[in-house]
């Protein structure tokens, strides 16, 4: 199943484990594979299963650099997904105060 967007970010950060590799990644700059195997209890082979997710995502970008791949992360994905929440969480507070204003009318 293809993912883009918005979708495509929230599904690869809903997973516990990527969400660790990402917090990994931005705590420090152009980590490779070896150093998060170091830092999180899982193999090489699965970091690289979710470093690929996140790829996918574009929340982080690899480059190669001699025989190691390094990996940053790309905020354009989160800036978009904060943009989101922050538009959705704007429609609630929009329908909140209407339904205020509503049960304060209700009850004069």
Same mark, same amino acid.
């Given at each position: 199943?293809?993912?883009?967007?918005?979708?495509?970010?929230?599904?690869?950060?809903?997973?516990?484990?990527?969400?660790?590799?990402?917090?990994?990644?931005?705590?420090?700059?152009?980590?490779?594979?070896?150093?998060?195997?170091?830092?999180? &209890?899982?193999?090489?082979? +699965?970091?690289? =299963?979710? %470093?690929?997710?996140?790829?996918? !995502?574009?929340?982080?970008?690899? @480059? /190669?650099?001699?025989?190691?791949?390094?990996?940053?992360?790309? &905020?354009?994905?989160?800036? +978009?997904?904060? =943009?989101? %929440?922050?538009?959705?969480?704007? !429609?609630?507070?929009?329908?909140? @105060? /209407?339904?205020?204003?509503?049960?304060?009318?209700?009850?004069?």
């Amino acid at each position: 199943m293809s993912r883009s967007g918005t979708v495509a970010t929230f599904w690869a950060l809903s997973d516990p484990v990527r969400h660790d590799i990402l917090e990994q990644i931005a705590t420090g700059s152009n980590v490779t594979v070896t150093q998060l195997a170091d830092a999180l &209890p899982i193999t090489r082979q +699965a970091i690289a =299963r979710h %470093l690929k997710t996140l790829e996918d !995502a574009g929340l982080v970008a690899g @480059e /190669r650099q001699g025989r190691e791949q390094r990996y940053r992360v790309d &905020p354009v994905p989160l800036d +978009a997904a904060g =943009r989101w %929440l922050h538009s959705r969480a704007a !429609a609630w507070d929009r329908t909140l @105060e /209407r339904l205020a204003r509503y049960v304060e009318a209700d009850n004069d």
